[in-house]
């Protein structure tokens, strides 16, 4: 059975990092790809970064560009979003979620397989 698992997550001040991590089982990791998604009270879920199956290729949301990083470990089963610089409105549950490879939208929380339970990141102003 198919597990993803969050952590990480925390409260911090503004200009802190923090780095989540995604832990998979039950899967073919290596043939997954993994995307970040966050939601904050009253708002949509929305894609934050997203790493294919071979980690060669990577995608940021404009709002993260440059303070974000996504990387996997495919030893580890592990998959991880280092956070630099946090803002106030990066406050949200994070999700980490995996799909079988494939070429279509990353993006879109439908095209994902497997989610987490998500992780609380908050920001102090």
């Known amino acids: 059975q198919a597990q993803v698992v969050e952590s990480g997550g925390g409260l911090v001040q503004t200009g802190g990092s923090l780095r989540l991590s995604c832990a998979a089982s039950?899967?073919?990791?290596?043939?997954?790809?993994f995307g970040w998604f966050r939601q904050a009270p009253g708002k949509e879920r929305e894609f934050v970064a997203t790493i294919i199956w071979s980690g060669l290729i990577t995608n940021y949301a404009d709002s993260v560009k440059g303070r974000f990083a996504i990387s996997r470990d495919n030893a580890k089963n592990t998959v991880y979003l280092q956070m630099n610089s946090l803002k106030p409105e990066d406050t949200a549950v994070y999700y980490c979620a995996a799909r079988l490879r494939r070429y279509s939208d990353f993006y879109k929380s439908s095209e994902y397989d497997y989610w987490g339970q998500g992780t609380q990141v908050t920001v102090s102003s």
């Open positions: 039950g899967i073919t990791f290596s043939s997954y790809d």
